[in-house]
């Protein structure tokens, strides 16, 4: 299949974007001090809550937030007691917002060539599947209308936000949701693009443009769960669909396309209903008061459903007997001239008839699947329909479907059952889907919010961005993958290496290295062959921190030594914590003065407000490289007569 066929998607009117969601590398949360990581180890403690929404001003419930109630969910979160603390379950204010994690926004926001804000306005987005337990998450947005390059053209990037992280769902069963709280207020940035990518395949690439700029950031987690992809699209004719983190870039052409053939098919029911003579039920328009529904639902139920458990109790259909057994009821919807569309095949392997029972599993949380059959499908005999249908007065033209489950939940169930029929009538629902395990289908997860809907919070003051504190981050920027990989080349790298060395997390090294001194080859064999191989001799390559890297090979530099002796040196560093003490000695005056002048090299290609402003830059670069062995007062003077 051709997921690049720029002739077919355009035709379809095929457009789609990305809503990426990483986490940054800091060691604190967002809006308290907890440190952040995952625990596998047991939680100390539980809380048990129940989500209510709040009428708006308008009188109307927000769609989302209604759902989240209507299934009656019992929210328990597991708690960790090194790991979180009031601020995460709303018991204290936030602290001052993280400065570590502001800064790596920033500096991401200006590799993406976005417009930063003045000040950084903390507000609240409303939250309500329970994975926030304040019933909202804050964050701000850093900048707005970037890009980035791809094809020769260019993808605008909307906006790049910084956020705290949700809690990790542990399992959803029922009426009761369980989260992990770790993960709670975890800096997470989220950038978002404008829908310019033509094709499913286009939608990949760009993800993974995306994906290689963060990790050549050098700012932020890697690892599973660190980074999920929203992917939205939309077709001529059709609301946009957000399918809901993916886990991996390569999902994305098969499952967008996939999508475009679930929204065509859509389209086609909605035309073959509407020939049909069917119109949407202007009393059940998502727009009206939620009294004002519930009032129609109950008219259509009085006339189109009923209890049919009683009917069934001879069935032989597997199925009936197992809901039966179990002490389920079965209730009967009578949709009037839905008869062949139920078995229209949607996705490879899943029927319309899937929607609806989606739609019952999550909001009804009946979730013994299967839920529900229908007159045209083929699990139950025909005999056990005939009564079926005279109790309904069913015509041949109309569909019948039957929902199993607790008596408790049946209601719920059909009135979804109601809904989406009326919605097949208007179209394509507007909905969030998630992904199925098979890498390409999707499913129901929640009807779509309204728009966003923000609060200010009044906890947090607004931050200035000042100048200074921009012009020392653009200073210090990391270079954007494609604009090293242009470098690598000039310094004759080969593409293999290159490729890796321009998302690896210690390009910085290399610069640094090059500018020292040493030959661009032996630099990047350095970092991604040779730190690699201490890895996987379980050393701890930590211990190699950038400066000791740089203070073994102007040793070796220095002393000549071959490949192998740094390979040695660099080893004995991994393996022994104790080593640097051993052999820390002072710089000699050569040294100092090679380390300056590639310091102050550096500084001729950056801007700064001032002369002073750029030796102080200087001099603390060259400390850093230095290693605390040479004196500042030293320093100083040699960048001074270099600057002069
Ligand atoms: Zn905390």
């Known amino acids: 299949m051709n997921y690049d066929d720029l002739d077919y998607y355009q035709n379809l009117g095929f457009k789609s974007g990305l809503e990426i969601h990483q986490q940054l590398n800091t060691q604190k949360k967002l809006f308290c001090h907890c440190p952040v990581g995952y625990q596998k180890v047991e939680p100390d403690a539980r809380i048990v809550r129940h989500m209510r929404p709040t ?38 204010p936030p602290f001052p917002i993280n400065q570590q994690a502001l800064d790596y926004a920033i500096e991401i926001a200006l590799m993406l060539n976005c417009q930063l804000v003045d000040e950084v306005h903390i507000t609240r987005k409303q939250y309500l599947d329970g994975s926030i337990p304040t019933g909202f998450q804050r964050t701000a947005i850093i900048g707005v209308d970037g890009w980035v390059p791809y094809k020769g053209r260019k993808i605008r990037i909307q906006q790049l936000a910084l956020e705290e992280d949700s809690c990790r769902e542990v399992s959803d069963i029922g009426h009761r949701i369980v989260f992990k709280t770790d993960r709670l207020s975890t800096p997470l940035i989220e950038i978002v693009t404008y829908p310019d990518m033509r094709t499913p395949r286009e939608c990949a690439e760009v993800d993974e443009l995306l994906g290689r700029l963060l990790r050549a950031s050098g700012l932020v987690r890697r690892g599973i769960g660190t980074v999920r992809q929203d992917v939205n699209s939309s077709i001529n004719g059709a609301p946009r669909i957000e399918i809901k983190g993916v886990p991996k870039t390569w999902y994305i052409p098969k499952m967008l396309d996939t999508e475009v053939k679930r929204q065509r098919k859509l389209l086609e029911i909605k035309e073959k209903l509407v020939s049909y003579g069917l119109v949407p039920n202007q009393k059940l328009d998502s727009s009206l008061r939620e009294q004002e529904r519930q009032v129609e639902l109950e008219k259509i139920r009085n006339s189109n459903v009923t209890d049919v458990t009683d009917m069934l109790l001879k069935s032989s259909s597997p199925q009936v007997k197992n809901a039966i057994s179990r002490g389920d009821k079965i209730w009967a919807v009578k949709l009037p001239q839905f008869h062949e569309v139920l078995s229209a095949e949607l996705q490879p392997g899943w029927q319309f008839a899937d929607e609806f029972g989606a739609r019952v599993r999550v909001i009804a949380c009946i979730d013994k699947m299967p839920n529900l059959t229908f007159r045209s499908g083929k699990l139950l005999y025909p005999g056990d329909w005939e009564p079926i249908a005279q109790k309904l007065n069913a015509y041949p033209t109309d569909e019948i479907v039957l929902v199993w489950g607790p008596e408790a939940d049946l209601k719920t169930a059909v009135n979804e059952v109601i809904l989406r029929a009326d919605e097949a009538v208007r179209g394509i629902p507007e909905e969030t889907r998630q992904h199925m395990q098979d890498g390409y289908r999707t499913d129901f997860e929640r009807v779509l919010p309204g728009p966003d809907r923000m609060y200010p919070d009044t906890d947090s003051p607004p931050v200035r961005l000042t100048r200074e504190r921009v012009d ?115 710089a000699t005056d050569s040294v100092i003065k090679f380390i300056v002048e590639g310091v102050v090299d550096r500084s001729m290609q950056l801007k700064f407000s001032s002369k002073e402003a750029q030796t102080r830059w200087a001099k603390g670069q060259a400390m850093q490289s230095l290693y605390g062995r040479a004196h500042g007062s030293k320093v100083a003077k040699v960048i001074e007569e270099a600057l002069s």
């Open 472 to 586: 020392r981050i653009r200073a210090d920027m990391a270079q954007r993958p494609w604009e090293r990989e242009e470098k690598y080349a000039k310094l004759g790298l080969s593409k293999c290496v290159s490729d890796k060395l321009a998302t690896h997390q210690r390009a910085k090294l290399f610069d640094k290295l090059v500018d020292l001194g040493i030959l661009p080859k032996l630099a990047a064999e350095l970092i991604v062959d040779w730190l690699t191989d201490l890895k996987r001799q379980r050393l701890i390559v930590s211990r190699l921190t950038d400066d000791t890297v740089i203070k073994v090979m102007m040793e070796a530099k220095e002393k000549g030594l071959p490949k192998e002796a740094i390979k040695n040196e660099l080893k004995a560093f991994a393996s022994d914590s104790n080593y640097i003490a051993k052999t820390q000695s002072m």
């Open 55 to 92: 009428l708006s001003e308008m009188g109307t419930y927000d769609g989302t937030a209604l759902m989240e109630f209507k299934t009656h969910k019992e929210v328990v979160y597991l708690l960790y007691r090194d790991y979180v603390c009031t601020y995460e379950m709303d018991d204290t």
